[in-house]
């Protein structure tokens, strides 16, 4: 079903002007906003210099949506909202209401379609994740299931704000972390660890050897012989970090592995710069199984990260803060995790990790 | 409907998915309800559901590496997606993805929405993402005949296509001044006014690798622009917290403890509370923002609002992650579009002349340094870019230059 283009042909328009699709309460009060109140889980009140008021109901999306449920959206957001929403950048959904009235009849519809209104301050919030199986090549696991399994699990922690501090989760399926994972409160990261199997034919036909070659960030990959004499490599296995960076370049560089791929869980990082300064996530669970369709281990682990910060961390703490005044020895000794030799860093600056003082707690 | 394996039509409830059906049970809305909802118009939606089940089964993806397809003067904006399993599955062989540069903020009429939903039901599998993690509105899943018609449709209907590749990355933004009372510059104006000003750049890769752009409009950073941003333009202030004492007790009165957890974490140790006033001592005043999303209808930031310039976030590949590290510490609101795009132009031109390939901007700033790289842009060095000056004696002294002392 090919249909003849339009015409005329129009590119490089770029996207719709920033005001399009604004409500008419968002343009009388634009950058003229005094303050927010609280309305409870999922609901904001913003109120402008003007007086006028903006209630926000948010609500949680597996972010893969079809066309049909997005004119669903649409339907609501004509019944509800003037016919304007938005959407967050934690793939949550927004109806902008200038009539109080309308929230509860909007949270019961919401409610009918099996979306759960919530998400707001010290909540837990949708969780930002990548393709993984359902569209990415390069995927060590799938995503969309890890975040079905795991909010599965914390919805009650979406739909009412009983945390300690907000709470930012993130998946991704492989170290190419698509989004901003390796910042966030609690990461679920797809990790492959074994060294990529040469695929000598198909190299040999697809792929440039010196890019191959520099691409390698350890020099682990050198070049041989290949097929038909033409130039193929090897890769030295113990000086491989198994990043995937080759097979990016080159897919003959195969990764997947369905006995060795599975998930790695990191702690502690933050983006905002709210009391204490952005930082990074820290490993705190190596290796769990790669255990579709639930991932139970996972599940498991990430319950028992939110269960101990929710009981030990004090009001405005978030997970990264709470470990710093507790320390990551008490953190271990509190989830029950385990720490090994993978857990102190042999990367680059490696050293700046170190415990550099004679302060330990006990 | 979907094609059986016998070659007999199945109904899309007669898919033997029983891996997948466990994702349908359970609280959270489900993608696999989503994916069988669209398979219900969309054959290729009914494989994607098929290939997905074989992936959870045998643990790996099925998806090969993209392949070079796109539309017609643009090197980027689709994203090539062959399956490994299309014999098997034949309406997802080819399985290629629009990403679709969103409005600014991610706002919507539900016109607008469904127009776009219109076109991906003639030309696609009906599956979207809500958005990528760039910020794209996704569209998941066509066939190369179909790119050209879509896009084609999509332009007449107001929208363009984004970023992909060595190219600028789709621009984002949070919601800014449209719905944020803490907004300290015009973020979804900044962004749509970059994008406008770079779609050469953002539709036909020519850079040594990606480039992405974001901008928070206060330092909460809710699109962590500072985590994954090349260039990361975060809204700060110049001058006072602006305080209401008399909200500030209300605050006290309705049991917030004041000095324990507003003062307590104030980095800056700037702030105290005797009880009945809040003293602030903006000279040592971090712009954190951690009092003022505690009493929002106390506190807010100043009036002489603008933004603070970073450079060089990345994920870990390829030499470890980076956040991205202060390069201009203020610019007032109104200079930042002009200042943005002179700075700009001299980080790519230098970028240019110095990257290889696949190397980020932060990762080309950490292997030249980041001294030599302000050589570069033609930028003098001042002490809000480091957290301390150097500790190691190891100085490349320059040979003192003809007519200086």
């Known amino acids: 079903m090919t249909t003849t283009p339009l015409q005329p042909r129009i590119t490089d328009i770029g996207p719709p002007a920033y005001d399009k699709f604004l409500p008419p309460v968002i343009r009388r009060n634009y950058g003229a906003w005094k303050y927010h109140e609280k309305l409870g889980p999922g609901i904001l009140c913003h109120v402008a210099e003007s007086g006028d008021r903006l209630y926000t109901v948010r609500a949680g999306t597996p972010r893969l949506l079809s066309i049909e449920s997005l004119r669903k959206f649409a339907d609501l957001a004509d019944k509800y909202c003037g016919g304007y929403l938005r959407f967050t950048s934690r793939n949550n959904i927004e109806f902008l209401l200038e009539d109080a009235a309308m929230i509860e009849p909007l949270k019961q519809e919401l409610a009918a379609l099996g979306i759960p209104v919530g998400g707001t301050n010290n909540a837990i919030s949708n969780i930002v994740h990548t393709q993984g199986w359902v569209h990415c090549h390069a995927a060590a696991t799938d995503a969309s299931g890890l975040v079905k399994s795991v909010m599965d699990a914390l919805i009650d922690h979406f739909t009412h704000e009983d945390l300690p501090a907000k709470l930012r989760i993130a998946v991704a399926c492989c170290l190419n972390m698509c989004g901003a994972v390796h910042c966030s409160d609690i990461a679920i990261l797809g990790v492959h660890r074994r060294p990529p199997k040469v695929q000598g034919e198909m190299l040999t036909k697809v792929c440039e050897v010196p890019t191959l070659i520099a691409s390698c960030p350890t020099g682990a990959i050198r070049p041989v012989p290949g097929v038909g004499g033409k130039q193929s490599v090897e890769v030295i296995e113990e000086q491989c970090m198994y990043c995937g960076n080759c097979f990016s370049v080159c897919p003959a560089m195969k990764m997947a592995d369905a006995e060795n791929d599975g998930l790695s869980i990191w702690v502690g990082g933050k983006v905002s710069n709210a009391r204490s300064a952005p930082r990074f996530s820290r490993l705190a669970i190596p290796f769990l199984p790669n255990n579709p369709p639930r991932w139970p281990e996972v599940v498991e682990a990430v319950v028992k990260i939110v269960d101990v910060y929710r009981g030990e961390a004090r009001r405005y703490e978030r997970v990264g803060e709470w470990i710093d005044r507790i320390g990551w020895s008490r953190f271990f000794e509190l989830t029950g995790f385990e720490f090994t030799r993978y857990h102190i860093d042999d990367f680059k600056h490696a050293g700046m990790t170190f415990a550099r003082s004679a302060q330990v707690r006990h | ?405």
């Open chain 2, 1 to 405: 409907m979907a094609e059986g394996d016998d070659g007999m039509e199945l109904k899309r409830s007669e898919r033997k998915t029983p891996l997948l059906d466990e994702l349908e049970k359970g609280p959270w809305p489900s993608f696999v309800t989503e994916i069988k909802s669209a398979s219900g118009g969309n054959e290729s939606a009914g494989d994607l559901l098929g290939q997905l089940e074989l992936s959870y089964e045998d643990k790996v993806s099925h998806w090969k590496h993209g392949g070079l397809v796109g539309v017609l003067g643009y090197g980027g904006g689709v994203i090539g997606r062959y399956s490994d399993v299309g014999e098997q599955y034949p309406k997802v062989a080819h399985f290629h993805t629009l990403r679709v540069n969103h409005p600014a903020g991610w706002f919507y009429s539900s016109d607008a929405l469904r127009t776009v939903c219109d076109i991906w039901e003639r030309h696609g599998s009906g599956l979207t993402n809500m958005h990528g993690s760039t910020g794209d509105m996704i569209l998941l899943g066509t066939t190369t005949d179909h790119l050209e018609p879509a896009f084609q449709e999509l332009t007449h209907a107001g929208f363009d296509l984004g970023g992909s590749g060595s190219a600028v990355r789709t621009p984002s933004c949070c919601v800014g001044m449209a719905r944020c009372e803490w907004a300290c510059f015009d973020a979804m104006k900044l962004c749509y006014d970059l994008t406008m000003a770079y779609q050469d750049e953002i539709h036909r890769p020519a850079f040594p690798y990606k480039f992405k752009i974001k901008c928070s409009a206060c330092p909460n950073d809710c699109v962590a622009a500072i985590a994954r941003a090349d260039l990361s333009v975060i809204g700060t202030w110049k001058d006072e917290i602006r305080i209401d004492q008399d909200e500030v007790a209300k605050y006290a009165t309705s049991g917030m403890d004041i000095q324990r957890d507003v003062c307590g974490n104030c980095p800056g140790k700037c702030m105290d509370w005797d009880g009945k006033q809040l003293n602030i001592d903006n000279r040592d005043c971090v712009r954190c923002m951690h009092c003022i999303n505690a009493m929002p209808k106390a506190l807010r930031p100043g009036v002489k609002k603008g933004a603070v310039v970073l450079i060089g976030a990345k994920a870990p590949i390829l030499q470890g992650a980076l956040l991205s590290s202060v390069l201009i510490p203020f610019v007032p609101a109104e200079e930042l579009l002009e200042t943005l795009k002179e700075l700009i132009q001299r980080i790519w031109d230098f970028w240019d002349e110095y990257g290889t390939n696949r190397e980020r901007i932060g990762e080309l700033i950490q292997r030249v340094g980041l001294a030599a790289f302000l050589d570069g842009i033609g930028l003098d060095p001042v002490p809000e870019m480091v957290s301390a000056p150097r500790d190691n004696p190891y100085i490349y002294y320059q040979a003192t230059k003809e007519g200086e002392e």
